[in-house]
């Protein structure tokens, strides 16, 4: 395989939350069921993302990896599975107060990978808020208690979400993403999820949805952390660091004129664009990207150029 900026089909995921703006802002469907995640890069069992452009076009991502896992994944990945998942989330109405287990519970309770995670705040209604880790020192004794008097989320540390804004989710760390937003999510490669409190809601058949109490209790990391919503800067054509974890780390790059970006990781990188439009160079190719891409540059493409004339915005992202 001749290494190439890669593209994939979302996997649109149907959520109790979920909205249109995945539809009128991305265009990732022309279908109206209330889309509340779109999968934009996926190696998860049952959801495989699949490439739409080069030479692996039309083929799963399982896949190309089980074929070209060395020259895509790079030293820093051992084996053929890919380590990451990106998202983009259309929050109509308030996600589940929930927590991810880290890699160490996840192996016991779920066989699986933990699941820590960042999201960039694309577009916030203006009393969008972001629930984030215990406002103090919480016991389980008193999130028991508070559980069961209602009283769970004044134990929570809130924000005002403005576009723009970064949050760091360590495994552990209980969440909830409030209505009116839109963001990107990178995370671990990881489905679990255990959710500690719904808004006391009911699905479209009127059934409360499941809890998972116990299993909440169990992986949920006590004591509250610092700096969990990240500042960086804003340099115009420069890899601006933004979380830099043991999992991933990621920059911010806003991009006008040009840009050569060189590989100097051990690693895939992913590009996911967030404002704007403008194409990738390598060697004698081009391709086009626009706001609400994602590209997978594999570990043997060793250098790209990025070109936006009017300006476009990039998360990049790398082991």
Not at 21 to 30: E, M, R, S
Request: net charge negative; aromatic share 10%.
């Amino acid at each position: 395989m001749k290494p190439y900026p890669i593209k994939f089909e979302p996997i649109l995921q149907e959520k109790l939350w979920g909205g249109n703006k995945l539809k009128h802002v991305f265009n990732k469907t022309d279908r109206d069921e209330n889309f509340g995640e779109s999968w934009e890069l996926s190696n998860v069992e049952g959801f495989s993302s699949v490439v739409t452009n080069g030479e692996l076009k039309n083929q799963s991502f399982s896949e190309v990896l089980k074929h070209h896992h060395k020259e895509i994944l790079g030293p820093k990945v051992s084996g053929s599975d890919f380590p990451l998942l990106i998202k983009f989330l259309d929050a109509k109405i308030p996600l589940s107060l929930q927590v991810h287990p880290d890699d160490e519970r996840a192996k016991i309770y779920a066989d699986s990978r933990g699941k820590t995670e960042m999201w960039i705040i694309l577009s916030a209604e203006p009393d969008a808020k972001i629930y984030l880790d215990w406002a103090n020192s919480m016991t389980k004794e008193k999130a028991e208690i508070a559980l069961k008097d209602g009283s769970i989320m004044d134990y929570v540390k809130t924000y005002d979400a403005q576009p723009g804004d970064c949050f760091f989710v360590p495994a552990g760390t209980v969440h909830a993403i409030g209505k009116g937003i839109v963001l990107a999510e990178i995370q671990q490669t990881s489905d679990s999820t255990y959710r500690l409190f719904d808004w006391n809601r009911v699905d479209k058949n009127g059934n409360p949805r499941d809890l998972h109490i116990e299993e909440s209790l169990r992986v949920m990391d006590w004591n509250p952390k610092e700096n969990l919503k990240k500042y960086f800067t804003k340099e115009l054509n420069q890899l601006n660091p933004v979380v830099n974890e043991k999992h991933f780390k990621t920059s911010y790059l806003p991009l006008e004129g040009s840009f050569e970006l060189e590989n100097k990781y051990d690693s895939f990188q992913i590009l996911i664009c967030t404002e704007g439009f403008g194409e990738i160079q390598w060697e004698n190719e081009i391709l086009a990207f626009q706001k609400g891409d994602t590209l997978l540059l594999p570990f043997a493409l060793n250098k790209v150029s990025l070109i936006s004339e009017n300006g476009a915005a990039l998360i990049h992202v790398h082991l």
